[in-house]
């Protein structure tokens, strides 16, 4: 097995990984005989392995060694995600009824579905929302089955429905009490992106499957490998940048990544006999996600034991992006490990990484953006089928008009919003923090 990338990791981070590692079998982690647990359960609490860290080490009979308030704040916080997960749960259980007896075909995307079919238990992978993926001709009946389960628009710091519709990849809807948050996708990444992901073909793979008991439809193999990697790499934008560094396994800390790589990894070790591997290539290289996806998996092999054949990852090579957004991602990594190690950071990096209130969209995105301008020729190959000059400026041109339209909707909608949280006597701020625990 690939040894696990170390520059001086503390006993802490080596058990917190361990644990990652080797949680079916919590016999084989060795557990050193002095550990700051106060710091275990935090950076547990960050990367959001309460569950599996309590169940380890209740499992070790380990539980009681650890100091009052540590183990009474790993115990409160896996009963909340247990009882999230149930509220999470019962919502989801009546959204799938209703879009069963309407035939319409849903795909439940992270959450809930990663934790009860990769580790068999609901708040073993807690997650703040709940992500459905469908057609986009059924996005309006979606919303109207959330309307009648009592989930709307409650949050009113969420700008009209046109915007997102055409700036974003998804609906948001919540509860009154704001405990229960849908997103209803149609995609799985911005418009404005390098991505080509054929989502209607995904649609068309995906087979017959349950989920708490209703019909869903189960993404083929090769394509939820994708989208838990696009995922993945949407929060931990600076992957590409820093795949194979000594302290990437610090870095994922850091960032609070942990569960996100331990969910593909998991996911490879049940399933690595029956995965298309070619066909997980082929995706990956009509969809620009080459890159990403080869990324995630060669961190996930080499930190979590993932077996993934070599011969996959040669097919998957990791160029990276190019020197400047290189250097940027860069630093935003040396971010995450300052503000993880205690030490003073940035203002200006801290606002650059916030997902945005309004807009749901962090500003560091910005940089692909920029990109999508003048991309490579790849881009052009697979978006329009040829890759010439005239192509390259028509593009451009469009994407010009597409950036004219997002800045006039942003100017309008942002004006909407500003008057109607006014009216509601609450903050109008563009810039508030929206973190529902995706």
């Known amino acids: 097995m690939t040894e696990l990338p170390r520059q001086d990791l503390t006993a802490e981070e080596t058990f917190l990984w361990a644990c990652a590692r080797s949680w079916r079998r919590p016999e084989d982690v060795v557990v050193p005989p002095s550990l700051d647990w106060a710091r275990v359960v935090a950076v547990a609490q960050d990367n959001r392995m309460q569950t599996l860290l309590a169940r380890l080490l209740a499992e070790r009979g380990l539980l009681e060694c650890l100091p009052h308030d540590s183990r009474a704040a790993l115990l409160a916080d896996a009963d909340r995600m247990r009882a999230s997960a149930a509220t999470l749960g019962d919502a989801l259980r009546r959204y799938l009824q209703l879009a069963a007896a309407r035939d319409i075909p849903t795909v439940v995307l992270k959450g809930l579905s990663v934790s009860l079919n990769v580790y068999g238990e609901a708040a073993m992978r807690p ?15 979606s919303l109207e089955i959330l ?5 709307g628009r409650f949050w009113p710091n969420l700008m009209d429905d046109a915007y997102y519709a055409r700036h974003h990849l998804h609906q948001q809807r919540c509860s009154s009490d704001l405990r229960v948050w849908f997103e209803i996708h149609w995609a799985l990444d911005h418009p404005l992106s390098l991505l080509t992901v054929d989502y209607a073909a995904m649609m068309d793979n995906s087979t017959p499957g349950q989920l708490l008991g209703e019909p869903v439809r189960d993404l083929a193999l090769p394509d939820l490998i994708l989208s838990l990697a696009i995922h993945l790499v949407k929060h931990a934008v600076y992957l590409p940048s820093v795949n194979g560094r000594p302290d990437l396994a610090r870095i994922i800390l850091a960032d609070g990544m942990l569960m996100y790589f331990l969910d593909v990894a998991e996911l490879v070790k049940q399933h690595a006999p029956d995965i298309d591997w070619l066909r997980l290539i082929a995706t990956c290289e009509a969809s620009g996600a080459a890159d990403l996806t080869g990324a995630v998996l060669r961190a996930c092999r080499a930190i979590l034991d993932a077996p993934v054949p070599d011969w996959v990852l040669t097919n998957l090579p990791v160029r990276g992006p190019g020197a400047i957004t290189r250097r940027v991602l860069a630093r935003v990594a040396e971010y ?5 190690l205690g030490q003073k950071s940035s203002r200006l990096w801290e606002f650059l990484l916030v997902t945005n209130g309004a807009f749901i969209l962090r500003p560091i995105r910005a940089l ?9 020729r790849d881009f052009l190959r697979r978006r329009y089928g040829r890759n010439s000059l005239n192509t390259a400026a028509a593009h451009a041109a469009r994407a010009g008009g597409q950036y004219a339209r997002l800045g006039i909707d942003t100017v309008y909608y942002a004006w909407e919003r500003y008057r109607r949280l006014k009216a509601l006597n609450q903050s109008a701020s563009l810039f508030n923090r929206l973190d529902t625990g995706a």
């Open 127 to 141: 997650g703040g929302d709940i992500d459905i993926l469908v057609r986009p001709g059924d996005v309006a009946a």
């Open 147 to 151: 309307e009648e389960i009592g989930i």
């Open 336 to 340: 995450e490990t300052t503000t993880y």
């Open 368 to 376: 692909d953006l920029a990109g999508y301008v003048f991309p490579g």
